[in-house]
T-cell receptor, first 117, second 116 residues
Framework: AQTVTQSQPEMSVQEAETVTLSCTYDTSESDYYLFWYKQPPSRQMILVIRQEAYKQQNATENRFSVNFQKAAKSFSLKISDSQLGDAAMYFCAYRSSGSTGRRALTFGSGTRLQVQP | KAGVTQTPRYLIKTRGQQVTLSCSPISGHRSVSWYQQTPGQGLQFLFEYFSETQRNKGNFPGRFSGRQFSNSRSEMNVSTLELGDSALYLC???????????????FGPGTRLTVL
């Protein structure tokens, strides 16, 4: 079974600074997807960024980028120019490609990000 | 386009009762997945429905069940409630079965269930 580990329960960053959230995962599959979701106090889960395992190029979405290291099974999220609105719980998630029938998201335990003004 | 809606948003029940939660997916989405979120266990997958059929199931007891209607709306039911069932229940919809990268799952705001 796949597992996702987020070793940082809480992180804090100053507004306009950069912060990196860590995520490692364990899988025996070669084809899969990785995601970062944001859950603000409103509880609505919002997709931040996604990465296909077969793509070596790291995904980027505006101020959000990832460092995907397939061999190390590491998938960290970098938030640049942090804003107050970035304060939330961040979840790393894994999903099989679907060929095995296992399509459910497997989530890490989350990292609570605080942004200091 | 309206997002995923879940009703009710808050619910308080007592042990032994049963509860039904509802999820209306984004218009045109045919897949609905349910997740349970608790402080202790985190986010865990319950089940996925597509075209009124359960396609995938997580590791939960049979007290947890669901169904999907022809309009893709889904309900989940928990019978004989236990204190440990207190959780945020999240519903997510996607166009098709959640197997492709861009077949993104859009989450609803959740239903907060408290069991006393």
């Amino acid at each position: 079974a796949q597992t996702v580990t987020q070793s940082q329960p809480e992180m804090s960053v100053q507004e306009a600074e950069t912060v990196t959230l860590s995520c490692t995962y364990d899988t025996s599959e070669s084809d899969y997807y990785l995601f970062w979701y944001k859950q603000p106090p409103s509880r609505q889960m919002i997709l931040v960024i996604r990465q296909e395992a077969y793509k070596q190029q790291n995904a980027t979405e505006n101020r959000f980028s990832v460092n995907f290291q397939k061999a190390a099974k590491s998938f960290s999220l970098k938030i640049s120019d942090s804003q107050l609105g970035d304060a939330a719980m961040y979840f790393c998630a894994y999903r099989s490609s679907g060929s095995t029938g296992r399509r459910a998201l497997t989530f890490g335990s989350g990292t609570r990000l605080q942004v200091q003004p | 386009k309206a997002g995923v809606t879940q009703t009710p948003r808050y619910l308080i029940k007592t042990r032994g009762q049963q509860v039904t939660l509802s999820c209306s997916p984004i218009s045109g989405h045919r897949s609905v997945s349910w997740y349970q979120q608790t402080p202790g266990q985190g986010l865990q997958f319950l089940f996925e429905y597509f075209s009124e059929t359960q396609r995938n199931k997580g590791n939960f007891p049979g007290r947890f069940s669901g169904r999907q209607f022809s309009n893709s709306r889904s309900e989940m039911n928990v019978s004989t409630l236990e204190l440990g069932d207190s959780a945020l229940y999240l519903c997510a919809s996607s166009l098709g079965l959640a197997g492709g990268l861009y077949n993104e799952q859009f989450f609803g705001p959740g239903t907060r269930l408290t069991v006393l």
